[in-house]
């Protein structure tokens, strides 16, 4: 299996704009998450999914954030408008049971 | 809610010493307790994990003890290695997994 996929693995862009990452987790797992790392706050989980529906949404930061996953085996996590502070590494991590694997992240730069 | 918390880094110790990073929980359910590694521009991997009171999780010369009585899951290792030097993250696991903030971790040598 390639494990979970992140895509793209560097992003930059210019306040403002849009700003979409997408996540493939791994084939059978049935709950997704994505997290996001600062050096500020750590690792802080945004939202999570089970069997394809949204379950906890609370750690979305604001309205301009939000997630989807139309299927089992696609996410993404949408930044509209972006601003500065959204500067982090996106992480996405996929689950059966207590077996948690992440992908490599996207690092996300807004200037 | 649930929480974790860890001892905070970083942590310089000189190769072949021995290591302890504590880390506490607290936790309303029987949650599962796992420690997670992440080695410089990479995502975090599981190190290893322990699901019930009393278990103990061991991997790559790590090891930590699920003890319910102190709700702690302290990671220790015998012999570190300068390969050991990455960020290690306490997390617990109910519905969705919690991580604590992080302890960096430096082995010089």
């Known amino acids: 299996d390639a494990g979970v996929i992140q895509s793209p693995r560097h992003e930059v862009t210019e306040m403002g704009q849009e700003v979409t990452l997408r996540c493939k987790p791994i084939?059978?797992?049935?709950?997704l998450f994505w997290y996001r790392q600062t050096m500020m706050r750590g690792l802080e989980l945004l939202i999570y999914?089970?069997?394809?529906?949204?379950?906890?949404d609370s750690g979305m930061p604001e309205d301009r954030f939000s997630a989807k996953m139309p299927n089992a085996s696609f996410s993404t996590l949408k930044i509209q408008p972006s601003e500065p502070r959204d500067s982090a590494v996106y992480f996405c991590?996929?689950?059966?049971?207590?077996?948690?694997?992440f992908g490599s992240g996207t690092r996300l730069t807004v200037v | 809610g649930d929480s974790v918390t860890q001892m905070e880094g970083p942590v310089t110790l000189s190769e072949e010493a021995f290591l302890t990073i504590n880390c506490t929980y607290t936790?309303?359910?029987?949650?599962?307790l796992f420690w997670y590694v992440q080695y410089p521009g990479e995502g975090l991997q599981l190190l290893l994990k322990?699901?019930?009171?009393?278990d103990k999780g061991s991997n790559k010369g790590f090891e930590a003890t699920y003890r319910k009585e102190t709700t702690s899951f302290h990671l220790e290792k015998g012999s570190v290695q300068v390969s050991d030097s990455a960020v290690y993250f306490c997390?617990?696991?109910?519905?969705?997994?919690?991580f604590g903030k992080g302890t960096r971790l430096h082995i010089l040598p």
């Open positions: 084939s059978g797992h049935n709950s």
């Open positions: 322990a699901t019930k009171a009393d």
């Open positions: 997390a617990l696991s109910d519905d969705k997994i919690i």
């Open positions: 936790a309303t359910g029987y949650p599962s």
């Open positions: 991590a996929s689950s059966l049971r207590d077996g948690y694997t």
């Open positions: 999914f089970n069997n394809n529906v949204p379950i906890d």
